[in-house]
């Protein structure tokens, strides 16, 4: 079955304390993007990997990381995590001849 | 101003109504349009591509108006189980690099 899956779906960690939420995709896509979701803010992309080796930022990467080492996963790192990243987070790959995006079931994050 | 924008709703119609949504776009060099459905807490899930020449599924009719920057979403005959929200997304492509927005959203419920 076709799909993105994302690890931990729910993490609750204190400031300060290094984390990294795992995003992997089985459909071969090069395009992967991370986004978190904030009410009234809508999704807001984090960073995206246009293939392998290549990232970028999005419109919030302030306070990620992320790496591409490999064409199916894609983890999103947070090297000293606040609380204003408490939010709810979503890894999307997409490829193929359309441009759809497919999300992983996402990962809701609290940072105390 | 934001790059892409939706109203919020929350549109609360009977069941068997029809709902009309439009989402307006800033960015003129915008290439790919989609509405997407979110449900309370899952991820969103592609509805349908949009298209200048207007495209149709089922009770779904989207169109795209490059003229004026907005796209539609028209949902005839609406059941309960179109209770959702549904997000306006905008795809910018350059050589190298890529520009995905979303909007905000727009809350429908359907009652029965």
């Known amino acids: 079955e076709a799909q993105v899956t994302q690890n931990p779906r729910y993490l609750i960690t204190v400031t300060g304390k290094k984390l990294t939420v795992t995003c992997s995709q089985n459909?071969?896509?090069?395009?992967m993007s991370w986004y978190r979701q904030d009410p009234g803010l809508g999704l807001r992309q984090i960073y995206y990997s246009m293939n392998v080796e290549v990232t970028d930022k999005g419109d919030v990467p302030e306070g990620y990381k992320v790496s591409r080492k490999e064409k199916r996963n894609f983890p999103l790192i947070l090297e000293s995590p606040s609380p204003n990243q408490t939010s709810l987070y979503f890894c999307?790959?997409?490829?193929?001849?359309?441009?759809?995006?497919?999300f992983g079931p996402g990962t809701r994050l609290t940072v105390l | 101003r934001k790059e892409v924008e939706q109203d919020p709703g929350p549109f609360n119609v009977p069941e068997g109504a029809t709902v009309a949504f439009n989402c307006t776009y800033s960015n003129s060099a915008s290439q790919s349009f989609f509405w997407y459905r979110q449900d309370c807490r899952k991820e969103p899930k592609l509805l349908m591509s949009v298209y200048s020449s207007g495209n149709e599924d089922g009770r779904f009719t989207a169109q795209l108006n490059r003229a004026s920057q907005y796209i539609s979403l028209l949902i005839r005959d609406s059941k309960l189980s179109d209770s959702a929200t549904y997000l306006c997304?905008?795809?910018?492509?350059?050589?190298?690099?890529?520009?995905?927005?979303f909007g905000s959203g727009t809350r429908l419920s359907i009652r029965p």
């Open positions: 459909m071969n896509h090069e395009y």
């Open positions: 999307a790959s997409m490829g193929g001849s359309t441009d759809t995006q497919y």
């Open positions: 997304v905008v795809n910018i492509w350059y050589s190298s690099a890529s520009k995905i927005i």
